[in-house]
């Protein structure tokens, strides 16, 4: 396949995903109006974050005047899992130049990373075919995400509030959609769980500190089952 033939798969592969996106984006953009930001600020925070349930927590801060430090603290957190993902591809995009990596690591989507994923785990691509698949998918995604971002600023008003606490239940669900699929594995499944248990019984706390809370105990679920299980694959039956 040529480069753009591979930009193009990327590009198809995210596009039943841009159905949840497009609500989303449109969301942010009409709160990040409500929280007094103009249309150049709210784009500005889609182009240099392009992660949507940190700016949407960011958002909330800011309308609630917290301290710079706290929303960068919080976002800093929830945006942990990214380093997850690069994690996960790391080895096998060590041959591509620093500048590629860059620019993966902008595109580092989770929806993108959902898509995309599968057909790399199946070694379908070379890591030079895989760079461009993935700009395909990460463009996709980007893009829309700019547009209804600008798009939900303009609109700003216009939705009824009933209306934007409707359309923001489809975080939830988007995050639900992504994860469901890549849980594999009883340690995953344990700590998905964990995570999602653990957010519940600390909803009430401030500032939405009950997601860093839930990524931590997620993470260290998963460790421990993880670790359990490889001492158990290393036990020599007699």
Not at 151 to 172: H, K, Q, R, S, Y
Request: glycine residues 8%; neutral net charge; hydrophobic residues 60%.
């Amino acid at each position: 396949m040529s480069k753009l033939q591979l930009m193009r798969a990327g590009y198809i592969t995210v596009m039943p995903l841009m159905v949840g996106v497009m609500p989303f984006g449109v969301v942010f953009g009409a709160l990040a109006s409500a929280a007094g930001m103009s249309v150049w600020e709210a784009l500005g925070m889609s182009i240099f974050v392009i992660a949507g349930s940190s700016q949407f927590v960011a958002v909330g801060l800011i309308a609630d005047s917290a301290p710079i430090a706290i929303i960068v603290f919080t976002t800093f957190i929830i945006n942990l899992r990214h380093f997850l993902y690069s994690a996960s591809l790391a080895s096998f995009l060590r041959p591509v130049s620093g500048i590629w990596k860059a620019v993966l690591g902008y595109f580092m989507i989770d929806e993108v990373y959902a898509a995309v994923i599968k057909r790399q785990q199946l070694g379908e691509f070379t890591p030079d075919e895989f760079k461009w698949y993935f700009l395909g998918g990460g463009l996709n995604l980007g893009s829309l995400w700019w547009l209804t971002t600008v798009v939900g600023v303009w609109l700003g008003n216009v939705i009824p509030e009933d209306m934007t606490t409707v359309l923001a239940f489809t975080l939830p669900l988007i995050f639900t959609a992504i994860v469901v699929p890549l849980v594999t594995s009883s340690p995953q499944l344990m700590s998905a769980l964990s995570a999602a248990l653990t957010a519940i019984l600390f909803a009430p706390l401030p500032n939405n500190l009950n997601l860093i809370v839930a990524a931590f105990v997620g993470i260290a679920v998963g460790l421990m089952m993880e670790t359990h299980q490889l001492r158990r694959s290393r036990v020599v039956l007699p």
